[in-house]
């Protein structure tokens, strides 16, 4: 058995939980698209975004724990890939929220 797909996935898993709490913590620098003239509430974007970003990164840990008893299958893959997408989604949706709207 093979350790090499464990150590990515959970070295994956770490950097992105580090990026999730540095936002998390209120540093909003990481977020894609951030522009503090359109921003109404910077706490709740930081807050709202750092929690997605743990999320996939529990995700990600949770998969390569797995890895490490057995070989996924496509259909675990599929799970996975399948939440990280909605997850995905549902911050690029509800990032909407904290911008300010009209001209």
Do not use: H, I, N, Q
Request: hydrophobic share 50%.
């Amino acid at each position: 058995m093979t350790l090499v797909l464990p150590v990515v996935l959970l070295s994956s898993a770490a950097v992105t939980a580090l990026f999730g709490w540095v936002v998390y913590r209120g540093d909003p620098t990481l977020v894609a698209g951030y522009d503090p003239e359109r921003v109404t509430d910077e706490a709740g974007l930081t807050r709202f975004v750092g929690r997605g970003t743990l999320l996939v990164a529990a995700l990600t840990a949770a998969l390569g724990v797995l890895t490490l008893f057995t070989t996924p299958d496509l259909l675990t893959v599929g799970v996975y890939t399948g939440a990280v997408l909605l997850v995905s989604a549902w911050l690029v949706v509800g990032t909407k929220r904290f911008e300010k709207r009209g001209p």
